[in-house]
Nanobody, 120 residues
Framework: QVQLVESGGGLVQPGGSLRLSCAASGNIFSINNMGWYRQAPGKERELVADITSGGSTNYADSVKGRFTISRDNAKKTVYLQMNSLKPEDTAMYYC??????????????WGQGTQVTVSS
């Protein structure tokens, strides 16, 4: 089994910053893509940013220039540095990790979510 533990959410004022972390553990042979998604009330879940095993990144247009995704392969952890936060960034943030549990078995796992609220 693969487990994901997220942390770093909270309440922040507009213009502030937060750093989300998501650590993977368990039966992991290798990790491919790691990413962050978010879902606001009444809206569909959307991709915020993801990063490949080679370090290539992809961002939603709405967060480009403000958010930075990174990963520490030794720690099996993905981070999301969020700067210049806006009220419209308010959502539940979920990490997603895919890879291989063994040579023959893949996995695709979601975290439990961490709430980010941007409000004065």
């Amino acid at each position: 089994q693969v487990q994901l533990v997220e942390s770093g959410g909270g309440l922040v004022q507009p213009g502030g910053s937060l750093r989300l972390s998501c650590a993977a553990s368990g039966n992991i042979f290798s990790i491919n893509n790691m990413g962050w998604y978010r879902q606001a009330p009444g809206k569909e879940r959307e991709l915020v940013a993801d990063i490949t095993s080679g370090g290539s990144t992809n961002y939603a247009d709405s967060v480009k220039g403000r958010f930075t995704i990174s990963r520490d392969n030794a720690k099996k952890t993905v981070y999301l540095q969020m700067n210049s936060l806006k009220p419209e960034d308010t959502a539940m943030y979920y990490c997603k990790v895919d890879g291989r549990a063994t040579v023959f078995r893949s996995f695709d796992k979601w975290g439990q979510g961490t709430q980010v609220t941007v409000s004065s």
